[in-house]
């Protein structure tokens, strides 16, 4: 469904450091630097996804998208774990209730939110069980 998903920062090479170790959790190498139209930008690929961080086209700082939510696929709950965990470490506020298992409309997960360095919402998803 997505081709990419695109956040802005306000520290391109803060968000380089977190997102390398937060990223790599997950098994992605580190983000390739590049400069568009004048922009630094950071790129991830993995398992045919990409997430691009940028420095903001319009020149006003970054903000954060109210009700956003940003969510990795993690291949299980120690992994999830390791992705919150590892996040913290790198500057990321632990948000919500702690990580843990949810009873959602979307079956059962293992869920843990964190606000990275610039304030996005980042959720590591593992499923437990599908919807019926």
Known sequence: MFSHIMIGSNDIERAKRFYDEVLGVLGAQAGQRFEYDGLQRLSYRHDGNAFVVTEPINGEPATVGNGDTLG?????????????????????????????????????????????????????????????
């Not at 948000?95 to 304030?119: C, K, N, Q, S």
């Open 72 to 132: 990795f696929t993690c291949s299980s709950q120690e992994q999830a774990q390791r992705f919150h965990d590892t996040a913290v470490a790198q500057g990321a506020t632990s948000i919500e209730d702690e990580p843990g298992v949810r009873h959602t409309p979307m079956g059962d997960l293992f869920l843990a939110y964190v606000r990275d360095p610039d304030g996005h919402k980042l959720c590591a998803v593992y499923p437990l069980e599908p919807a019926a």
